[in-house]
């Protein structure tokens, strides 16, 4: 039961030190030219840095709108933080899960094989040993069938972040 209703409830929090830092460097990231603002462009790169998808444009708007009502140039540091700190806090992070799930996902099979988490793992940390994606993959598949479900998959992610 527990399950069922936390997927769908949104779990608002409060904005911790660790959330500023990130969007932070999230900031420094994309303002490449260390112009001290994010253009139109770097706002897009920034929600898709912190969130996993590129914002619509009226979402771009509705950021940059911010910006031109104090006369700026483009988003700075301060307000990123504001608004994108906002929408962390919002954060539905079932729906996140299930994102990075279905990427993962790639055949739509509703399950993640050994050679699905080896490709995973070399799209987001190709530098790590192959060996670490086996291991991953071993502790995560927890009824030990060869198959990483969504609930195997969620709980290994709510385990990591329960955790940090």
């Known amino acids: 039961m527990f399950s069922y209703t936390r997927q769908f409830t949104r779990q608002e929090r ?8 990130m969007i932070a460097r999230v900031f420094e990231k994309c303002d490449e030219d260390k112009k001290g603002y994010l253009s139109r462009e770097d706002v897009k790169m920034a929600v898709v840095m912190l969130f996993g998808y590129k914002p619509s444009k009226s979402e771009t708007n509705f950021f940059m709108e911010h910006a031109l009502q104090g006369n700026l140039p483009g988003v700075p540091l301060d307000l990123l933080i504001s608004l994108m700190g906002k929408k962390l806090a919002v954060a539905d992070q079932y729906d996140r899960t299930r994102h990075i799930f279905n990427a993962f996902d790639v055949h739509c099979r509703g399950y993640l094989t050994m050679e699905d988490f080896q490709k995973a793992f070399i799209r987001v940390a190709p530098h790590l040993p192959q060996r670490t994606a086996q291991e991953a993959f071993r502790e995560v598949d927890r009824d030990s069938d060869g198959h990483v479900s969504f609930k195997d998959f969620e709980h290994a992610i709510s385990y990591g972040r329960d955790n940090l």
């Open 14 to 21: 409060e904005i911790t030190e660790s959330d500023k830092k």
